[in-house]
């Protein structure tokens, strides 16, 4: 349709009978893949006393599985997109703590000065190794 806007196109596009699953139920697969190895890695942290938060545990385990699998199931990368989106949202709550639990700060001021340089290096060097072994 000429006229029609981009959101009334797509409602009224004919969905096949032989057509891949529709573009919310990818979405909402992919995001039942993300939280379920983040319960995963929660389970297995509380479980085994790991002193490694679960999230970190269960996208290692995530990450494993998806080299093992050779690619990135589409679901995936439409949770992934949409919750890129929505990033800024997550970290404002987190910067306004830091910023009301002042005190809680200074108490391990050279540890915070050593960790935050150290932890952005360090995510800046594998995001450009992973960019630059992507482009080959």
Do not use: Y
Not at 33 to 45: I, K, R
Not at 92 to 120: F, H, R, Y
Request: charged share 10%; aromatic share 6%; net charge neutral.
């Amino acid at each position: 349709m000429p006229g029609a806007s981009p959101a009334t196109a797509m409602v009224d596009k004919p969905v096949h009978a032989t057509s891949t699953v529709a573009e919310p139920e990818r979405t909402l697969s992919g995001l039942f893949w993300l939280l379920a190895f983040l319960l995963l890695g929660e389970g297995l942290t509380h479980r085994l006393g790991w002193p490694v938060p679960g999230a970190m545990i269960g996208m290692t385990l995530l990450f494993i599985g998806l080299c093992l699998l050779g690619r990135i199931p589409d679901s995936l990368v439409k949770a992934s997109e949409l919750l890129i989106g929505l990033l800024p949202l997550f970290v404002v709550p987190a910067g306004a703590t830091v910023l009301t639990q002042a005190a809680w700060g200074l108490n391990d001021l050279a540890a915070l000065a050593l960790a935050v340089p150290l932890s952005t290096l360090t995510g800046m060097l594998v995001a450009g190794l992973l960019a630059r072994r992507g482009d080959r």
